[in-house]
């Protein structure tokens, strides 16, 4: 015999999810441990060439060779975005109660993709385009998600989302 219902008789809806599993929802611990990754590899992406040899990293992005030498002394914004990928490896090891510097860290990608598309409107910027364009995109892309990882794990950040009795939530490693 077969395990299919009578003609005449009404089909449950327990017969179309049989076998099937149901769909699993991304944990908002594995989206905000992922968003910080990306989000440490932007800034460490912009930070080390900036640290380490800000001259050639600056004619590599096809500025002018006295252009990039003007621009040597620039070493401190990278050594900022080393600071603020040292401070999002601190959060990922302990996100509850540390939402502000989620929110700190989407805004600083919100606003650098921002002026980074408004110096392409103004055709202001004196490096190559390719650069432009990637650095745009980046930037846009790792705002997009850290925003949306951000607001997926906000319970998660408060330590709302502990059960009683249980160690505190990390972000999964």
């Known amino acids: ?3 299919r219902p009578a003609a ?10 049989q076998g099937a599993e149901p769909k ?12 910080f990754v990306v989000y440490i590899f932007i800034n460490l992406a912009l930070a080390l060439p900036l640290v380490i ?22 070493r401190w914004v990278g050594a900022v975005l080393l600071a603020w990928s040292i401070t999002a490896i601190a959060v990922m090891a302990r996100p509850e109660g540390r ?3 989620v929110t700190a860290g989407a805004v600083q ?20 385009t ?13 705002a997009v998600y850290l925003w949306w990882a951000r607001l997926s794990g906000r ?16 972000f999964r490693r």
């Not at 390719?130 to 846009?140: E, G, I, P």
């Open 24 to 35: 699993k929802t991304r944990d908002p611990a594995t989206t905000l441990t992922t968003a």
């Open 1 to 3: 015999m077969t395990d």
């Open 130 to 142: 390719w650069y432009q364009a990637l650095c745009s995109v980046v930037l846009t892309a790792g």
């Open 109 to 128: 990608l919100t606003m650098g993709a921002l002026g980074f598309m408004y110096s392409w409107s103004l055709d202001e910027y004196h490096w190559s």
């Open 99 to 101: 939402g502000v510097f």
């Open 53 to 74: 040899f800000p001259v050639a990293y600056f004619e590599v992005i096809g500025m002018d060779d006295a252009v990039a030498g003007n621009l040597g002394g620039l």
């Open 8 to 17: 005449d008789e009404p089909i449950q809806p327990d017969d179309f999810t």
């Open 155 to 170: 319970k998660l950040l408060r330590g709302q989302e502990q059960e009683e009795g249980s160690k505190p939530r990390r």
